[in-house]
Nanobody
Framework: QVQLQESGPGLVKPSQTLSLTCTVS??????????FSWIRQPPGKGLEWIGY???????YYRPSLKSRTSISRDTSKNQFTLQLSSVTPEDTAVYYC????????????WGQGTQVTVSS
């Protein structure tokens, strides 16, 4: 059974860097053809895809967030990490990590989500 678990600070100050880690169990983050993604949901709004690191190690980011986003991985720990710099209160959201496979939604798995609040 594949499981994903987000971890990281729940409170970040404006202008600082938000850093979250997703630990994956039940499957390797290098297995073809999965895309290990970060998605967020601001309060009262819909889901917003942030970016992914693919099984190959390649990355792709939402264009509007690209300048502030970095997604990396540690294959020895089977983890991938989101860093979002220069945060503002508009980055307050529930952040989810997910393992996605294009065209096979029944093979998608999500973490439970973690609340991150940006406030001084």
């Amino acid at each position: 059974q594949v499981q994903l678990q987000e971890s990281g600070p729940g409170l970040v100050k404006p202008s600082q860097t938000l850093s979250l880690t997703c630990t994956v169990s039940g499957g390797s983050i290098t297995t073809s053809y999965y895309y290990f993604s970060w998605i967020r949901q601001p309060p009262g709004k819909g889901l917003e895809w942030i970016g992914y690191i693919a099984y190959s190690g390649s990355t792709y980011y939402r264009p509007s967030l690209k300048s502030r986003t970095s997604i990396s991985r540690d294959t020895s720990k089977n983890q991938f990490t989101l860093q979002l710099s220069s945060v503002t209160p508009e980055d307050t959201a529930v952040y989810y990590c997910a393992r996605l496979r294009i065209g096979v939604p029944q093979d998608d798995y999500w973490g439970q989500g973690t609340q991150v609040t940006v406030s001084s």
